[in-house]
């Protein structure tokens, strides 16, 4: 069965701080996503990767970045972490396109 | 623009009744078409998918879904909602945007069961 494991379960940061999002997936899957969910929004793409050193813009990649050096690795970095920025991030990984997504069980983060 | 919308944020249902939750889609070629569900604290878990032939299909948990493509919907449905299905379901929907293929995701209807 696939596993998507997320460092954190919860994170709380201050206003300001570097914070990384890490996510390993063990199935040696292609294409890895960054979610970002709020309430009444769903879910929106933050950031995307193909492949390894590969990366794309989602919908909202404003104040994030990320990193995949390893095919089971895919990162999200907050340069500068802001109070708009508090919500629960997925990381979700796929074989292939259009092939389901696999999730991973979430990180809420609060920036204070 | 491409969009999928899910039009019920909340519904409630008796423990026994029957479910429908409702997805429509604005997309101009035929998708690729899904339905998750999170339990709370959790992840999201694949219920079932559609990529083509029977429109018809069934997934986990005793849900189906039926694609509509004159109506762009694909509607979840459920005969016997059991109290362990409370939980958030999401509609989504794969389309080609921006030079990549993407999975679009609804609002989410969060579903109570009453005893």
């Known amino acids: 069965d696939v596993k998507v494991t997320q460092s954190s379960r919860y994170l709380v940061k201050r206003t300001g701080e570097k914070v990384f999002l890490e996510c390993v997936q063990d199935?040696?899957?292609?294409?890895m996503f960054w979610y970002r969910q709020d309430p009444g929004l769903g879910l929106r793409l933050i950031y995307f990767?193909?492949?390894?050193?590969?990366?794309e813009k989602g919908d909202i990649p404003e104040g994030y970045s990320v990193s995949r050096e390893k095919k089971e690795r895919f990162s999200l970095i907050l340069e500068s972490a802001s109070t708009n920025q508090t919500s629960m991030y997925l990381c979700?990984?796929?074989?292939?396109?259009?092939?389901?997504?696999?999730f991973g069980n979430g990180t809420r983060l609060t920036v204070t | 623009a491409q969009s999928v919308t899910q039009p019920d944020i909340h519904i409630t249902v008796s423990e026994g009744a029957s479910l429908e939750l409702r997805c429509n889609y604005s997309?101009?070629?035929?998708?690729?078409l899904f339905w998750y569900v999170q339990s709370p604290g959790q992840g999201l878990q694949l219920l079932l998918k559609?990529?083509?032939?029977?429109?018809l299909v069934q997934g986990i948990k005793g849900f189906e879904a039926e694609f509509k493509r004159s109506q762009s919907s694909f509607n979840l449905r459920k005969p016997s909602v059991h109290w362990s299905d409370a939980a958030e379901y999401f509609c989504?929907?794969?389309?080609?945007?921006?030079?990549?293929?993407?999975?679009?995701f609804g609002a989410g209807t969060r579903l109570a069961v009453h005893p």
């Open positions: 989504a929907v794969g389309m080609f945007s921006g030079g990549y293929n993407k999975l679009i």
């Open positions: 997309y101009g070629a035929t998708p690729y």
């Open positions: 990767s193909y492949d390894v050193k590969m990366k």
């Open positions: 559609y990529f083509s032939g029977d429109t």
């Open positions: 199935m040696d899957h292609e294409n």
């Open positions: 979700a990984s796929r074989t292939g396109t259009n092939s389901p997504l696999h």
